[in-house]
């Protein structure tokens, strides 16, 4: 049964910025589990929102913070646009961004904040799998189609078991960058796992885009995301 939830807008500072996040969380002092969600290049969408509130639904503190905030709260539907946007983003901002977030979270009373996930779809698949890889205090991650580090130096020091989801037909990322993937969670001797659509695009999650929108595979990825975070977060 769906708990019942409440819905936030919040500020925290991010060094001279402000960041602002959607924030939805069941309606409960108790203490629980948080999960970051991290928006595709397009800016904070309500689909974005809407897998914040799915997760709050099941008994997490889901925030989704605005990765736009340093470029205005940006927000676009024109994939030039928002190319541009996310290339303008440094990565290194963007992760402080999420860092800042995470310290946010341990403020909340209601968090748990030895059990903090994140998850991310594209572009924030790219930042879900390296939030780990920069902060220990993150748990698990589970990345829909994002980038992989190359060189994958980075990876040597994930601290939280990954669950990748990606699409066979993905055009952005090759069936190149996940075997370099899989062979760099084994040399670094990292948990992890892969999961491998056929027949699915990029973006097979965004249920809001029917050109790419692949409910089987949609359906089965969240079942296994909810599954690895209850392993992982409880």
Known sequence: MA??????????????????AFVAAPQTKEKRPAIIVIQEW????????????RYAE?????IAPDLYSRLGYALTTDAGEAGKLMNT???EEGLAD???????????PEVDAKRIGVTGFCMGGSYALMLPCVNA????????????????????KLSAPVLYLYGEDD????KADIQRLAAALKKYQKT??????PGAPHAFFRDTDKSVYRPEAAKDAWARAMKFFKQHLG
């Open 171 to 174: 055009g952005w990322i090759t």
């Open 98 to 108: 999420l860092n800042a977030t995470v310290n946010y979270l341990k403020s909340v």
């Open 3 to 20: 708990e019942s939830i409440r819905e936030t807008t919040v500020q925290y500072a991010s060094g001279n910025v402000t960041v602002r």
């Open 192 to 197: 992890g796992e892969i999961k491998t659509y």
């Open 137 to 156: 205090e993150i748990k698990a991650a589970v990345p829909f189609y994002g980038q992989v580090p190359n060189p994958d130096a980075p990876l040597q």
């Open 42 to 53: 397009w800016g904070l969408t309500d689909h974005i929102k809407g897998i914040a509130k």
């Open 89 to 91: 983003l440094k990565q």
């Open 58 to 62: 099941e008994g997490y503190v889901a």
